[in-house]
């Protein structure tokens, strides 16, 4: 019953509103990771981010003036993962919260590899809280999707995906289609070698900040897996092909292919 209310009301704001084309247009000039997408796929997540404008509320903090356009960018990033997926992996957070550049949580608890608790302060440029918002810097968001290696947007709502089964562990809900077990053995098989080459001190392609734990490991990944897809693909060819099963898409085919 819910799923069709939801929908009703998508197609309904579909049909009474729109990104306005010059917008529009300047959003994928300004990210090449959309800009490569066919003119259909263009199309479709044009609509998503529409929708996800109107079903989440963005938020300016710390001083920052969000305009429409800053509004579109994120949105559009936010909805690339999702492409094949649609919005309902999205469901479990209402707002969106942007500063202009990295922001300072205090009294952030960790927990090392000994169970030892260190309570300290953190500068972050994104943060996805498990019950509660995304939160960007807007200073990061511009650097994003950019074919860099990097994407806060694509890694703060792949932490929402994550917990799309109940947990943040890297592992979202699968499709039917998945095997679980390989999921978490491809994935698994991969952190603990990279966690072993940090230890060893040696220099890793991705960032050593995919050690933290399993779902920054999935997070980062998937940064990877949409900004610099050939070369993820290279360098872990396994967690390529479960991303691109996950997510329905193979965004290397689509750098690679001249729109």
Known sequence: MFGLIRRARR???????????ALWDETLAAVPSLARLDADARRR????????????VFEPAGGLELDETMRVRIAALACRPVLELGLDGYAGFASV???????????????DADGVVHV????????AWEQGPVILAWQDVLASGRGEAFDVVAHEF????????????????????????????????????????????EETWLDPYAAEDPSEFF??????FFDVPAELEAEYPEIYAQLAAYFRQNPREQWESPK
């Not at 197609?11 to 084309?21: D, G």
């Not at 919260?97 to 949580?105: A, K, N, R």
């Not at 997070?219 to 990877?224: H, L």
């Open 11 to 21: 197609r309904r704001i579909l049909a009474r509103s729109s990104i306005p084309e």
């Open 45 to 56: 997540l044009r609509d998503l981010a529409l929708v996800l404008l109107h079903e989440k």
């Open 97 to 111: 919260i942007i500063y202009p550049g990295e922001f300072l949580v205090r009294n952030r608890a960790h927990e």
């Open 120 to 127: 300290g302060d953190d500068v972050l440029s994104g943060e």
């Open 158 to 201: 792949a932490h929402k995906l994550d917990l799309t089964d109940g947990a943040m562990n890297g592992v979202p809900a699968l499709h039917p289609e998945m095997r679980f077990e390989v999921w978490v053995e491809t994935f698994q098989r991969a952190y603990d070698a990279f966690c072993e080459r940090l230890d060893r001190g």
């Open 219 to 224: 997070a980062v990944s998937v940064e990877m």
